[in-house]
């Protein structure tokens, strides 16, 4: 067991304990929620409200971890694509004649410079 995981463990576990002993402490604890225009619910035991509220918080990370996920795979899908396409692309430069590519370029021009005499520019 390598140590993040061993961390991860005790940071969960004291998250866990620390869950247990709230709940344990607040178990009279009774609270009204207002959900604005939708309804209000009296008398609802505070435990319940924060189990929702965890609940929703998770459902919607998972929504958001979903959604990076999908569109971290999408960006690699076109990422490789891409890089394929140049490899190909490289594998036909190499491929081609020497003397094809040797064809294209121009013969050097001399450059007067003045006092150090004349200086050739590709």
Not at 29 to 42: I, K, T
Not at 43 to 68: E, H, K, N
Request: overall charge neutral.
């Amino acid at each position: 067991m390598n140590v993040s995981r061993a961390v991860a463990a005790i940071a969960l576990l004291v998250v866990v304990i620390a869950l247990i002993a709230f709940s344990a402490y607040n178990t009279g604890q009774f609270v009204d929620v207002n959900l604005f225009w939708f309804r209000v619910y009296y008398g609802v035991p505070m435990i319940v409200v924060l189990f929702a509220a965890f609940a929703i918080g998770v459902g919607l990370t998972l929504l958001y971890c979903l959604y990076y996920f999908i569109d971290m795979g999408l960006s690699l899908r076109r990422l490789k694509k891409r890089n394929r396409d140049l490899e190909a692309e490289l594998v036909t430069i190499r491929n081609l004649p020497i003397d094809e590519a040797l064809g294209d370029l121009k013969p050097p021009q001399e450059v007067d410079v003045g006092v150090r005499g004349k200086e050739v520019l590709p």
